[in-house]
């Protein structure tokens, strides 16, 4: 397929799909850290940690494969190895054994920061190259992070 097929011009949209790239790998990282957070939450959190872990996770993995299809539609191959990921993120894996439940909500915070940064990049050049399902798309990743970020530094008592 090919850019054109859904009425957009290739030359336009390639920074749109290089972007969702990096935001790819990106998002595979944080998913990754997220699911290690998961798995290795301990203490008095870890009921209501463990399972909003999982629902952030099970999100990511969807956000994931909107994103790696998103790529294909526009007419490009998604990167699919963890090498290109680890290389090309600007989000860094980390232990999560034996981490504190607090740093691992400070983590994920910080992530959903480089991500919110990310997509806003993304939406800025879909906006450009008149790719409105890309901004359309984004733009609905970006709200379920910035409502989470809200709910995740309340639940550490932040501003």
């Known amino acids: 397929m090919d850019a054109k097929e859904i009425s957009l011009n290739e030359k336009e949209v390639k920074p749109v799909v ?4 990096d ?10 850290k997220l699911r290690g957070c998961h798995w290795n939450v301990k203490g008095q959190n870890f009921f209501t940690l463990h399972i909003k872990f999982e629902e952030l996770y099970t999100n ?3 956000t994931i494969d909107e994103i790696a299809e998103r790529v294909l539609t526009l007419g490009k191959p998604p990167h699919s190895r ?5 290389k090309e993120s600007q989000i860094k894996e980390i232990d999560t054994i034996g981490m504190k439940d ?3 909500v400070e983590a994920i ?3 959903m920061a480089t991500l919110i940064e990310l997509e806003r ?9 008149g790719d409105d399902g890309t901004n359309d798309m984004v733009n609905k990743f970006m709200q379920f992070k910035e409502k989470n970020t809200w ?8 501003r």
């Open 23 to 32: 935001y790819l790998a990106n998002y595979h990282i944080h998913y990754q």
């Open 60 to 62: 990511a993995q969807l």
């Open 18 to 21: 290089d972007l969702l790239n």
């Open 121 to 129: 990049e993304v939406m800025e050049a879909s906006d450009k190259a």
């Open 82 to 86: 963890f090498a290109d990921y680890i």
């Open 151 to 158: 709910m995740l530094r309340s639940f550490a008592g932040k």
């Open 102 to 104: 607090l740093d691992m």
């Open 109 to 111: 915070l910080d992530d």
